[in-house]
């Protein structure tokens, strides 16, 4: 089991950037896939970003692409979210995961660990 803690949320205006760390423990981090998730009132989580094993080995959902970047410091263990040209539409709790395996994925069920959420508010 891994300990995940999100932190770097807060409020932006429209077009601003921020950066959402998460700090992992308990498991050797650099051995598992690990994502971003969000999370809007009154909808259902959805996939933000994956990272895998390997350089480049990245994946994002069509509504972040360009905009977002997911990295990690594996001498820090601390997967990191850069969110540039933020929009309102982005506005949710941003949640990191740790995979069950070392691959990419898109579905929550592929990922036995969670962090508890960072606010993201983005204003117009």
């Known amino acids: 089991q891994v300990q995940l803690v999100e932190s770097g949320g807060g409020l932006v205006q429209a077009g601003g950037s921020l950066r959402l760390s998460c700090a992992a423990s308990?498991?050797?981090?650099?051995?598992?896939?690990m994502g971003w998730f969000r999370q809007a009132p009154g909808k259902e989580r959805e996939f933000v970003a994956a990272?895998?094993?390997?350089?480049?080995?990245?994946d994002y959902a069509d509504s972040v692409k360009g905009r977002f970047t997911i990295s990690r410091d594996i001498g820090k263990n601390t997967l990191y979210l850069q969110m540039n040209s933020l929009k309102p539409e982005d506005t949710a709790v941003y949640y990191c995961?740790?995979?069950?395996?070392?691959?990419?994925?898109?579905?929550?069920?592929?990922?036995?660990?969670w962090g508890q959420g960072t606010q993201v508010t983005v204003s117009s």
């Open positions: 308990g498991r050797t981090f650099n051995r598992y896939g």
């Open positions: 995961a740790a995979a069950q395996d070392y691959g990419i994925h898109r579905t929550s069920y592929e990922y036995g660990s």
């Open positions: 990272i895998g094993l390997g350089v480049g080995n990245t």
